[in-house]
């Protein structure tokens, strides 16, 4: 089966274009201030309106005011809430009713006993993402370029929905694959030359992996 593929953190027009162009069927838009990856609504709404239709468009957020997702979802008009913070399975709810938007909660791993804490969320949130903990000192709860021991994804029951996160690059993605029974991947610094800063060249590399892998796979 064909996984999702997110591209997240854009901030360009040339890699929105590469990343659909490759086949991306998510991109993903970060309004975390914090982050190097971080746009303003306005921004984000003018890189995704030409590619409106075409790819889910995935809009990140970090424990977000009423009033700051009133303007992304104004402006932005996403498929997709990714919530990456401490939103309570309440919240997701009450988000779900204010804008009728499927949501994504992330969660960050880094043992089997991480994963158990997706329970009360199961059924609420419409789809899981698995991301690494951050390092010590970070102020990012993604994009940090680490990952975490896959093989612990056997232990979460085979009907849950989820995308792999955490430090996939061009050189694991296949291997993040092969051991894992994830429908979805999402890379946002393992495509980059700075942080913030995605390379076309290397979005290039990540499908090609991608694709080699499947055909390995097949």
Aim: aromatic share 6%; with cysteine; hydrophobic share 45%.
């Amino acid at each position: 089966m064909k996984p999702d593929i997110k591209i997240c953190g854009l901030k360009t027009s040339e890699a929105v274009d590469r990343a659909l162009a490759r086949g991306a069927t998510h991109i993903g838009f970060i309004f975390f201030p914090k982050s190097p990856r971080h746009v303003d609504p306005e921004i984000a709404a003018e890189l995704a309106e030409p590619v409106r239709g075409r790819v889910k468009i995935v809009a990140v957020t970090v424990d977000a005011s009423d009033e700051e997702l009133d303007d992304i979802v104004h402006l932005l008009k996403p498929d997709v809430l990714q919530m990456h913070g401490h939103e309570t399975p309440e919240r997701i709810l009450q988000v779900k009713a204010l804008y009728g938007i499927p949501v994504m909660k992330a969660f960050s791993v880094r043992e089997a006993s991480d994963l158990e804490r997706i329970d009360p969320y199961v059924g609420v949130a419409d789809r899981f993402l698995f991301d690494a903990k951050a390092p010590a000192g970070s102020e990012l709860p993604g994009g940090n370029g680490v990952s975490f021991d896959w093989n612990i994804m056997a232990s979460l029951d085979a009907s849950v929905d989820y995308m792999l996160s955490g430090g996939l690059n061009k050189d694991n993605v296949g291997l993040a694959l092969a051991s894992t029974r994830a429908r979805g991947i999402d890379v946002s610094s393992g495509v980059e030359s700075a942080p913030g800063i995605k390379d076309i060249v290397m979005i290039d590399a990540f499908f090609d992996a991608i694709a080699e892998a499947r055909s390995v796979g097949a």
